[in-house]
C-alpha cells in the first residue's frame, strides 16, 4: 500500500492539473423544471417527412443527459423519448473528434480532418444540408447559443479549412442559403474590420439583437447577433428563455416562408463549454436549457406529424463519470477526467416519421445520409 501511496504522491506532484480534474463535484438543483410529454404522434412510424429540427446539446454525452435528469428529479423530455441510438464520433484523422469535423460530419455526410469547416481534408469544398435543402426549396435555418461563427452552426454555412478563420468564416455567413440565424455575438462583430453587420444586410438579412424582437419583425431572412449577455452561460446571466424563445420563433418562421418544409439546426453550445471547464452545474444547467428547447421541437412536431426531431451531441466533453446522488433531492455528483473531449459514443434521439431510423450504433456521417433518405421518402 505504502508504494502505491507514493506513486500518486508523485503523480500529483508531477501532474497537478491531472488530479484536479477528477475531483469530486456535486451540484442540486433548486427546484425541477416542467417536462414536455409528448402525444408520440406519428413516432417511428413509415410516413413522409417535410420538416427535420436537428438538435446538438454540444460534448452531450450520456452523462452529461442522466445529471440533468436525476437533478431535475427523475424527468427530462429527452428522456421521454423511444427511439435511441449510439453514434461513434471520430474524425477522418483523429481518434477523438473536435466541433469542426463532427458538425461537418452531420452537415455534408463526409469525415474531415480535426479544424475542418465544411470541407474535406484537402480543403475542397462539401456540399452541406443547408445548400441542398435550400436548393430545393426547403426553408432553412441554425440557431445557436455559441458565437455564430462557432464551428457547430459554421459547418452548416461556411466552407474553411480551419475553425479558426473567423473573419472568412463570417463573410461565408452573409453568402449562406439560410433564412435565419442567430448567434452570438454583437462583440465578435464589433471586432471584425469589413463591416461584417452592413455585410449580412447587404445580402438581404434584416439584422437584429434583442430576441425579444423577433416576434414583431417582419422579414425575408433574419439575423439574429444577440446580446453579449446572450452569450453567457445560463448561470452567469444568459436569459433562461433565450433558446427556447428563438427556436420557437425559427420553427414558426421556417413553416412560414416555405411549403415545401424546413431544415433547422439548434445547437446548445454551452454544454461543452460547462464540460471542458469540468462545471458540473454549468453541465446540468446548460443540459436543462437545451432540454426546454427539445420540448418546443416536439411540441411543433405534435402539431402537424411531418417533422422529424433528431437530437444527438457531436462528441462527449470531459469524460464525466457520475457517483452518488438523490434522485428526490436533486443532487448528483461526478467526476470530470479530462478538459477535453472523449471518444465514448453518443446518444441519439429520434422523434417523429422515421425517427425509427435512427437506432442501432452508426458512425456520424450516416446520420446525414438517414436524414436525407427520410426527406425523400416516398419519392
Ligand atoms: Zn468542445
Known sequence: MKKYGAVLLLAILLFPTAVKAQEEKVYTLPSAQPVYEPTYRNDGIDAPVKNVIFMVGDGMGLAHMASALYANRGDLTIARLHHIGLVRTQSGNRYITDSAAAGTAYATGRKTDNNCVGTAAAGDTLENMTEILAARGYATGIVTTDKISGATPAAFYAHQPKRSMTAEILTDLAHTRADFVAGSSVSLFEKMEGGKLDSLRAHGFTVVHDFRALPELAADKIALIACDRDAEWVQNGRDSDYLRAVSE?????????????????????????????????????????????????????????????????????????????????????????STGHSPVPVPVYAYGPHADDFCGVLENTEIFFRIRAALQHGR
Open 249 to 337: 420563433f425559427a420553427m414558426k418562421f421556417l413553416a412560414d416562408k416555405s411549403d415545401k418544409g424546413f431544415f433547422l439546426l439548434i445547437e446548445g453550445a454551452e454544454i461543452d463549454h460547462a464540460a471542458h471547464g469540468n462545471d458540473l452545474e454549468g453541465v446540468v444547467r446548460e443540459t436543462l436549457d437545451f432540454d426546454k428547447a427539445v420540448a418546443e421541437a416536439l411540441r411543433f412536431a405534435d402539431s402537424n406529424g411531418e417533422t422529424l426531431v433528431v437530437i444527438l451531441a457531436d462528441h462527449e466533453t470531459g469524460g464525466l463519470a457520475l457517483g452518488d446522488g438523490d434522485v428526490s433531492e436533486g443532487r448528483v455528483s461526478g467526476r470530470f477526467t
